[in-house]
């Protein structure tokens, strides 16, 4: 029998599961799903079991369980529903496919792997088995498209908020929404969206968190890093996931309840800003039709980046990537 899909079953319960819908499910003997959760006990996980309940995964080496992060969170809409992959090629697929199957605003999605995860600009995503977070939150906001990058920008402070709540350390944002510990990138977000008519009808928010990797492959060794290598502690992917969506379904609703119309209204907007790193700086922009220097000014209510170039030319940026100078060079 495929143990395989017996986790599956396990991880995405709400609880117990009895012996009898397990083998109705995976259609083997009750004494196969026995020794099947035998197996599995004898490689590390802890499966409860109950003579009147079934079984529940209570543990399992290093992985991430979608029932304890439901027991924990504390939200009325983000993370209801979640929905978890040992492993899948992007979380912003799964939430793709999930969109179409009628999955509700607010569903998550995460896994332990995530072999094919897409960056920002084309790039690919590093990510190593069970020592990162790769998750996606579906939305629904009824905006329109130009007034849909607050909803990143929130995401970023989200993450920045719990990665301090969680593991004290200090978070920045280097616009539009890198996550930087001491100058390195630590996590990024990828936001998809796609358009219907005057609205978006739907936004996919890609979130992703260098947690416990302690090595990173030669092509980005300088520029990342993890909160293991800056804190020198192993850190809870499941608090800083039920953290991250506390924090964002606060910032969303009352961004989303002034029908996302200004920024710079929303408590949040001030709590961008004192993380953003790049505000104030000079800084090197590359985006696809022109590349220049200047020094970043503000962010404004759409969540565009204001520049003033070299050329004293004012310039407002909604997409891109930034350079900012720093002590030891642009980063
Ligand atoms: C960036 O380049 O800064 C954005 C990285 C976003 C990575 C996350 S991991 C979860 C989600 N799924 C993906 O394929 N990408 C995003």
Redesign the pocket.
């Given at each position: 029998m495929d143990e395989e899909k017996l986790l599956e079953i396990l991880i995405n319960a709400q609880g117990y599961v009895s012996g009898e819908r397990i083998s109705r499910e995976l259609d083997v003997s009750r004494t196969a799903v026995w020794k099947a959760v035998n197996k599995l006990r004898s490689t590390g996980f802890i499966v409860l079991s109950s003579t009147n309940r079934g079984y529940m995964l209570a543990d399992g080496p290093d992985m991430i369980i979608a029932g304890r992060i439901r027991e924990n969170l504390n939200t009325s809409t983000i993370g209801k529903n979640i929905y978890y992959f040992r492993e899948c090629?992007?979380?912003?697929?799964m939430a793709r496919k999930g969109e179409r199957e009628g999955h509700k605003e607010g569903s998550v999605y995460i896994t332990d792997f995530?072999n094919?995860?897409?960056?920002?600009?084309g790039?690919q995503?590093f990510?190593e088995r069970n020592k990162a977070?790769?998750?996606?939150i579906l939305l629904k906001p009824e905006v329109s498209p130009d007034r849909m990058m607050p909803v990143s920008l929130i995401a970023g402070i989200s993450v920045a908020g719990a990665l301090s709540r969680e593991t004290g350390v200090d978070c920045k944002l280097k616009w539009p929404?890198?996550i930087l510990i001491n100058g390195r990138?630590a996590?990024?977000?990828?936001a998809e969206a796609s358009i219907e008519g005057e609205y978006a009808k739907y936004i996919i928010l890609?979130?992703?968190l260098n947690c416990n990797i302690e090595h990173f492959p030669d092509y980005i060794k300088n520029t990342a890093t993890s909160l293991m290598i800056e804190s020198g502690k192993e850190c809870s992917r499941e608090l800083i996931i039920c953290a991250v969506l506390e924090l964002f379904e606060k910032y969303y609703f009352e961004w989303l309840n002034e029908n996302g119309k200004n920024l710079r209204r929303y408590s949040y907007s001030d709590v961008y800003r004192d993380k953003c790193i790049t505000l104030g700086k000079k800084v090197t922009v590359i985006s696809s039709d022109k590349e220049f220097s200047g020094t970043a000014e503000d962010i404004d209510e759409l969540g565009n980046l204001q520049i003033i170039s070299n050329d004293n030319e004012k310039i407002v940026l909604s997409s891109g990537e930034v350079s900012v100078r720093g002590e030891n060079g642009y980063y």
């Open positions: 090629d992007s979380t912003n697929e995530q094919s995860g897409k960056g920002r600009m790039r995503w990510f977070i790769a998750m996606s929404n890198d990138k996590g990024g977000i990828l890609g979130i992703g």
